[in-house]
């Protein structure tokens, strides 16, 4: 992909608009991460307990709601004013943080700042879908992942920079202006009013079961398509293992002898790394085959983490040049995961479910980050944190393997369509190395399949992650 093809999208008004509230707001919240991190961890000095907590906190409202936004996503005619009434109540929310006094207090307040994520970030997807034409969708997915990327170094270089000058209150201040940024760009962009692609007749008139009727079709979907149970199951596994010592990492930079002033360069290094990773997927694609990719980036991402094991085992002191390095080549592998597990959802997935899908297929993954933060937490007090990060590096390259074999394995399995006759199919699972397709699949309101979000709805930030 060339660099003026990855521009292509910013040359239409109404996405320009969408796409600056989402870079504003992606600096913004990486700003609010590493502020919570710092006043959690060096402020009020909590420890392993305090992080996972946090975790779990930003987990709840995903796990929850999320499949249920999915649904009202599908049915919703009207969306910009969802949209900026979520940005609203997160900008009042994030400004709670300056008076809260003590962690139960910010906990809570970091869970509704995330429940009005849960709703937004469906709802967006679809906004970004009908403002964008077939041939910019591409160039749309790109730039979006890379703009989320890219705030991933921007924003912890000057968190570093405000909470050294000012505090971590400031930080706060500086991400809820950067909702009310975003909230006026969305008020900006005329949105028409849709026809919802969703909605059956007795949904619509109340019928007692639409809306649950309505969500079974989008798990059935899931369940009944090998490649998304697949790569659904490998992404949960993925994000397991990843937050079991994600929320520690702020405790084992410590440990490295990282100072409080250069936490935020080794995240803006993750954040490097997975932007130019993203890159190299938009240049050179899915030419190895989905599956291959995706495994490729996990025995990697577990390699550095196993460094990173090592060296808090051998009590490595001061090296943050290292430990930069490190998390660059976390964050170019992490790019691979991010960015295959939205790819096979969008291959086969049909624009009718889309919503839903999505919702549910990134339901399962994030309900285990409400288990592995406090097992995390549990196993580096019983054996250490360096123990912590060997044992996942060393899961994850394993599950790397897994993965690798289940995409040589290459088995084409038709998928039954429950509408047609028997012999009848919807579409048909290739080798998991080669691009898939739905073959009966219906055209998008402006005939592209949906990109990976990467707005300020669903994002949730960790510290490798």
Not at 164 to 175: E, I, K, N, P, T
Request: with cysteine; hydrophobic share 55%; net charge negative.
């Amino acid at each position: 992909m060339t660099s003026l093809t990855l521009v292509t999208s910013l040359r239409n008004p109404r996405f320009r608009l969408l796409f600056g509230g989402q870079a504003v707001s992606s600096i913004g919240d990486w700003l609010d991460y590493l502020a919570l991190v710092v006043l959690i961890t060096y402020t009020w000095e909590y420890g392993a307990g305090a992080l996972a907590a946090l975790s779990v906190a930003v987990a709840v409202p995903l796990v929850v709601l999320a499949p249920f936004a999915g649904v009202l996503a599908d049915r919703m005619a009207h969306r910009a004013p969802v949209l900026i009434g979520c940005d609203l109540a997160r900008s009042g929310l994030v400004l709670g943080y300056l008076v809260a006094p003590d962690l139960p207090v910010l906990l809570a307040l970091v869970l509704a700042k995330t429940a009005c994520g849960a709703l937004f970030n469906p709802v967006h997807q679809s906004v970004l879908r009908s403002v964008v034409p077939e041939g910019d969708m591409l160039s749309a997915m790109s730039v979006s992942v890379f703009a989320h990327q890219a705030a991933k170094v921007a924003g912890p270089a000057l968190s570093g920079l405000i909470v050294a000058a000012w505090g971590v209150r400031a930080a706060f201040l500086v991400d809820a202006a950067t909702f009310l940024v975003s909230a006026l760009l969305i008020a900006l962009v005329r949105l028409p009013a849709r026809t919802p692609a969703v909605g059956r007749q007795d949904a619509d008139e109340g019928r007692p079961g639409g809306f649950r009727q309505e969500f079974k079709e989008g798990l059935a979907h899931v369940l009944r398509t090998p490649a998304l149970v697949a790569v659904t199951v490998s992404m949960a596994a993925t994000l397991f293992l990843v937050l079991t010592f994600d929320t520690l990492s702020p405790l084992a930079m410590r440990e490295l002898g990282v100072a409080q002033s250069s936490l935020g360069y080794v995240v803006a290094a993750v954040g490097l790394g997975a932007a130019l990773g993203t890159l190299a997927i938009s240049q050179w694609g899915m030419r190895p085959g989905p599956f291959a990719v995706l495994a490729l980036a996990q025995a990697a991402v577990g390699a550095m983490v196993c460094v990173m094991g090592v060296g808090l085992s051998a009590d490595l002191q001061g090296a943050v040049w290292l430990w930069m390095v490190v998390g660059f080549v976390v964050g170019f592998g992490a790019a691979g995961i991010m960015v295959v597990f939205p790819y096979v959802l969008q291959q086969e997935t049909p624009q009718e479910l889309i919503g839903r899908v999505s919702a549910t297929a990134n339901a399962f993954p994030v309900l285990l980050q409400l288990a592995a933060p406090p097992l995390g937490a549990a196993l580096a007090a019983q054996l250490g944190v360096a123990s912590v990060f060997l044992g996942s590096g060393c899961a994850l390259a394993v599950l790397g393997v897994a993965v690798w074999w289940y995409g040589r394995r290459g088995r084409a399995d038709p998928v039954p369509d429950p509408e047609g006759p028997e012999d009848s199919y919807a579409g048909t699972v290739q080798r998991p190395e080669v691009e898939v397709h739905m073959a009966d699949e219906p055209e998008p309101e402006h005939g592209g399949p949906e990109w990976p979000e990467s707005g300020s709805g669903g994002r949730r930030q960790h510290f490798f992650w």
